[in-house]
T-cell receptor
Framework: ETGVTQSPTHLIKTRGQQVTLRCSSQ?????VSWYQQALGQGPQFIFQ???????GRGNFPPRFSGLQFPNYSSELNVNALELDDSALYLC?????????????FGNGTRLTVT | GIQVEQSPPDLILQEGANSTLRCNFS?????LQWFHQNPWGQLINLFY???GTKQNGRLSATTVATERYSLLYISSSQTTDSGVYFC??????????????FGEGTQLTVNP
């Protein structure tokens, strides 16, 4: 069983730039969600994707967007980067939409915005 | 939305000691998970436990859904148990099935 993999592991960007983070879901999972974890805090839900469509969003502005592909992998795109976007970005995969299955997380991408 | 509260916020133990971490949640849940985040940021699944009791080696967890709390037990602690332990939940009424709400975490330090 292949776990959730994320790339890159670390990234440094300048304020105003755009960034794309990638995630491959665990085999057998069809739902992908993204979380932002600022230093010293718990992860915060950004959004989830199911059947290639966004299905639920947290309190994040539209400059945070995503995609899910037919193989269930996913991208998180952040435009017009701000200093406060510096965080650990975690991808999770699970099965279905009912919330009755556990989420499995990748190792994250640590983004630094300077 | 659902509130998830963890206690204690910090815990320091000597190697070999036992501990209990608590998670209170404010709504009925379809999903409750315990995670361990190591110093490198990896968020490791410990238990998926919306109700009942489970054990995995030195760790066990119990969720009493009717009273809206969950407990994580760590026995014979080791230095590798150090890190932050998170409880996270999805309420039953949530339509986004992977919207976990995390508690603030318990920072565990195990000294040799």
């Amino acid at each position: 069983e292949t776990g959730v993999t994320q790339s890159p592991t670390h990234l440094i960007k300048t304020r105003g730039q755009q960034v794309t983070l990638r995630c491959s879901s665990q085999s057998g999972h069809n739902t992908v969600s993204w979380y932002q974890q600022a230093l010293g805090q718990g992860p915060q839900f950004i959004f989830q994707y199911y059947r290639e469509e966004e299905n639920g969003r947290g309190n994040f502005p539209p400059r945070f967007s995503g995609l899910q592909f037919p193989n269930y992998s996913s991208e998180l795109n952040v435009n017009a980067l701000e200093l406060d976007d510096s965080a650990l970005y975690l991808c999770a995969s699970s099965w279905g939409l009912t919330g009755n299955s556990p989420l499995h997380f990748g190792n994250g991408t640590r983004l630094t915005v300077t | 939305g659902i509130q998830v509260e963890q206690s204690p916020p910090d815990l320091i133990l000597q190697e070999g000691a036992n501990s209990t971490l608590r998670c209170n949640f404010s709504d009925s849940v379809n999903n409750l998970q315990w995670f361990h985040q190591n110093p490198w940021g990896q968020l490791i699944n410990l238990f998926y436990i919306p109700s009942g009791t489970k054990q995995n080696g030195r760790l066990s967890a119990t969720t009493v859904a009717t009273e809206r709390y969950s407990l994580l037990y760590i026995s014979s602690s080791q230095t590798t148990d150090s890190g932050v332990y998170f409880c996270a939940a999805i309420p039953s009424k949530e339509t986004s099935g992977s919207r976990l709400t995390f508690g603030e975490g318990t920072q565990l330090t195990v000294n040799p």
